[in-house]
């Protein structure tokens, strides 16, 4: 993607090389000179003479001439992307360097070596070799060798996508490259500069930069340094909207790109040169070039080149209404980018260490007086960075508790010290935790599991172990008990700490947990049958009315219970209805565009009269499991139909969205339960959207397809919702009769690479329209999400940003005339 600068340290044109007074000596430091320039421009003739000096300097016994020929030589290797066999002929030309005694060729060498290795991927090693070029070169007062050392830091800083720190690094070589008068040197980094300018975005910036020095460029005759400034002149061209100029350069640079042979910029001009095309509409010649891309990157593993045209083939196929080509390349551009992605990370980790040394060294040879403070400095800084990487592999990100693999190291430690005194293994599972996440949000939900996280620190001694498996689960180590009894003791004192209401985001909660004991060695003698005891534990706590502790008592049946308190769930459900017991919340849907409230989903709650506000994750997989969703379903249609006809008065055309779940939409009388809501409230059927997941719709494909078909001759919506979590999709939507596309949640909030998320969900958007489907995005819960939707054309949204479910006196108050609709300015 850049130009390192391999070239060996060459004497000025005209001065011997070594005082060998023959003619084949002159022959050879001809044959070099006239190499040198050869390296970058012309590497296949660079090879000839570099090979005929080769075998002069081995005749002549010149060890110093031998190693600048085969450093040169593995440079033509490298810039012809043939890094193994660069490697195998540096390898030789080290060898006659240290024959040589020459420390300057030596820099030369290794140098070229860290550019190899870098190249391969291997960036430790690569680091490595540019240490110990820039030692040399400033031991030996090498100026050159350390501003080309300096240069492919820059380097390693862009591969790395550290695009700031690289064009400060690039302006500061190029200052150093001008002051010694290095025209190739000024290139090289010139053209690096042009390369940082794209990725940090200042597309006009690398343009003025790259047309001062493209004539430059083409008076030294570096064909290698053209191609790669010409190259990344394209898409800046693109990004400015100068796509037939990008298009017509590209054509014009392919032949210079193959003449030189590097296979990986060949794949790089296709691929922009197909992003030209698509935009002006010239979409077969566009596939030609992609498609050439492709595979002139996958023969040569450019993986980044791969990536790049995965990308504008995914956005091509979208162009042409191609969909399920188009979800195929972006699932491909997915699994390479998440690859490359922890590739990246794994580099970075690979160079912290040697990054700092690199920087040490330069600052050395600025100010010498300065070397053994900085040297103190970086080593600290490299011990903390050491102890940070550290703390993160046995810590938990979010509370700072041990995590779950540092937790089980430290148990299995205690069981194998074998000590006489027992210890203690506690399970603590909070209760009704997911009613927080739920009514008040994850961000609420994150925090009180910081605040739970400082309760249970300091409810426990500070020998002690506590640790967060995940979720709102966690577990206690309690080391050195002087009895049994005293786990169940701290246990108690846990529970007493939970007691303590927390003042969390604004709002005042208490929570309470479950806890299971297991003490060693009485309760087990291994790590595995110590957690599952306490496990165990905290689920019979659980079954016991939560807020508990129980200690593992062994049993005729060891195994896991059901989930807790399963039969009297079943049990209270079956009168809930009776008692009227259930209730509906209303989450409010606006359209993106004019923030407009448009309709209503309509969301189950449990009022138990003693649990207090269940959300239907306690309870509708037992509800499915017992069928008792049917008469429940069949209200929760009644009372929403009923509760969207009351509103029609004051907000004519809202539409109110109910789930159905896959045992209700498979019944044969469920059209019927339709029908029969819609006559007794008075709703009009348009007004009825009908949620269907995406996993229900894809069990029975043919009978769903005929189900959704009767219902929308009633009249009523169809949306497909938590769309993209499944396997069908593509499928799905070209079977199914359906109106309407719900994004699942995940896409908004769990992206690793923000700009892949943003093409995923477009692609999505502009799918469905394709289809003539509206789009609705759930869970937006910040301002950058909602701006995302607006820019990418989604129809309509919803999520806590917006406005939380709420009961239908207060979703009520969202009800305002048409002009003044938008969510409350407090929530945003």
């Not at 995590?403 to 205690?414: I, S, V």
């Not at 309870?619 to 006809?645: H, K, M, N, T, Y």
């Not at 009908?690 to 078909?709: G, I, K, N, W």
Request: glycine share 8%; hydrophobic share 45%.
């Amino acid at each position: 993607m850049s130009t390192p600068d391999p070239r060996p340290d060459l004497p000025p044109q005209g001065a011997p090389l070594d005082p060998v007074p023959s003619r084949a000596a002159a022959r050879l430091r001809d044959l070099l000179q006239l190499a040198e320039p050869l390296v970058v421009s012309d590497a296949e003739q660079a090879e000839a003479a570099l090979r005929e000096a080769q075998k002069l300097a081995g005749a002549l016994g010149d060890a110093r001439s031998e190693a600048l020929a085969l450093t040169l030589l593995g440079a033509t290797f490298f810039f012809r992307s043939q890094y193994p066999t660069a490697l195998q002929v540096l390898g030789q030309a080290q060898a006659a360097a240290t024959r040589a005694q020459d420390d300057r060729v030596t820099a030369r060498v290794l140098n070229n070596l860290g550019n190899c290795e870098v190249a391969l991927g291997n960036y430790g090693e690569g680091m490595e070799y540019y240490q110990q070029s820039l030692r040399l070169a400033q031991a030996c007062g090498d100026e050159d060798g350390r501003t080309r050392a300096l240069s492919n830091v820059g380097l390693i800083h862009l591969e790395l996508g550290e695009h700031e720190l690289a064009l400060e690094v690039f302006q500061e070589v190029l200052a150093l490259a001008e002051e010694a008068q290095d025209a190739l040197s000024q290139s090289s980094s010139t053209i690096n500069l042009v390369l940082s300018y794209y990725h940090v975005g200042r597309y006009a910036d690398a343009l003025t930069l790259g047309a001062a020095h493209l004539p430059v460029v083409r008076a030294l005759g570096v064909r290698q340094h053209e191609v790669v400034l010409r190259a990344w002149l394209l898409p800046c061209l693109i990004q400015t909207g100068q796509a037939g100029d990008a298009a017509r350069q590209a054509e014009d640079l392919l032949p210079l790109a193959q003449a030189v042979d590097d296979r990986e910029y060949v794949a790089y001009i296709r691929a922009f040169y197909g992003q030209a095309l698509t935009q002006l509409g010239r979409l077969d010649a566009a596939q030609e070039q992609l498609l050439l891309a492709l595979a002139e990157a996958q023969q040569h593993g450019a993986r980044l080149s791969e990536r790049t045209v995965l990308q504008h083939l995914s956005e091509l196929h979208a162009a042409r209404g191609e969909w399920q080509q188009a979800y195929e390349r972006l699932q491909a551009y997915e699994a390479l980018n998440r690859t490359l992605h922890a590739e990246a990370v794994a580099r970075k980790a690979q160079v912290m260490g040697a990054q700092m040394q690199v920087e040490i060294l330069r600052r050395e040879a600025d100010a010498e007086r300065r070397r053994s403070a900085e040297l103190t400095q970086a080593n600290t800084a490299l011990q903390a960075a050491q102890e940070a990487l550290s703390y993160r592999a046995t810590h938990d990100a979010l509370t700072g508790l041990a995590n779950r693999a540092h937790f089980q190291a430290e148990l299995e430690r205690a069981v194998q010290a074998a000590s006489p005194a027992p210890f203690g293994v506690l399970f603590i599972d909070l209760d009704r935790f997911k009613q927080v996440n739920d009514t008040l949000g994850h961000e609420v939900g994150d925090e009180l599991l910081k605040a739970v996280a400082g309760q249970l620190r300091g409810a426990v001694r500070s020998g002690d172990l506590v640790a967060r498996m995940g979720g709102d689960e966690f577990t206690i180590l309690l080391r050195s008990l002087r009895e049994p009894r005293d786990a169940e003791r701290v246990a108690h004192k846990i529970l007493n700490a939970l007691a303590q209401p927390l003042l969390v985001c604004g709002h005042t909660l208490q929570v309470t947990g479950s806890i299971g004991v297991a003490v060693a060695p009485r309760d087990g003698q291994d790590v595995g049958t110590l957690q599952k005891h306490a496990d165990l534990a905290m689920y019979r706590a659980k079954q016991g009315g939560k807020n508990g502790v129980r200690t593992f008592q062994p049993g005729p049946d060891e195994a896991f219970p059901q989930p807790p308190g399963h039969l009297e769930v079943e049990r209270d459900l079956r009168g809930a209805l009776v008692r009227g017991e259930f209730v509906l919340h209303y989450q409010g849907q606006y359209d993106v565009r004019t923030q407009a409230l448009t309709g209503f989903e309509a969301l189950l709650r449990w009022q138990h009269p003693t649990q207090g506000l269940l959300p239907p994750g306690e309870f509708l997989g037992i509800a499915e499991d017992s069928q008792l969703i049917l008469p429940v379903g069949a209200w929760v249609l009644r009372e929403a139909c009923g509760q969207a006809a009351a509103w029609q008065t004051r907000a004519p055309g809202l539409t109110i969205s109910v789930n159905v779940s896959a045992l209700q939409f498979e019944q044969p009388g469920f059209l019927t339960t339709v029908q029969q809501a819609l006559e007794a409230s008075g709703l009009a059927p348009q007004h009825l959207i009908l949620e269907l997941t995406e996993q229900a719709a894809a069990r029975h494909p043919e009978a769903t397809a005929q189900q959704l078909a009767r219902l929308r001759g009633l009249g009523v919506q169809i949306a497909l919702d938590d769309f993209g979590t499944g396997q069908s999709s593509l499928s799905l939507l070209h079977q199914l009769p359906i109106d309407l596309l719900k994004i699942d949640r995940s896409f908004l909030q769990a992206a690793p690479d923000p700009e892949a998320n943003r093409v995923f969900i477009g692609v999505m958007i502009t799918l469905a329209h394709g289809l003539n489907l509206l789009v609705t995005a759930e869970g937006v819960e910040t301002s950058q999400q909602r701006a995302l939707l607006g820019e990418l054309g989604c129809d309509s949204m919803q999520g806590f940003l917006l406005t939380r479910p709420l009961p239908a006196a207060e979703a009520e108050g969202l009800l305002m005339p048409p002009a003044a609709s938008a969510p409350p300015a407090s929530l945003n």
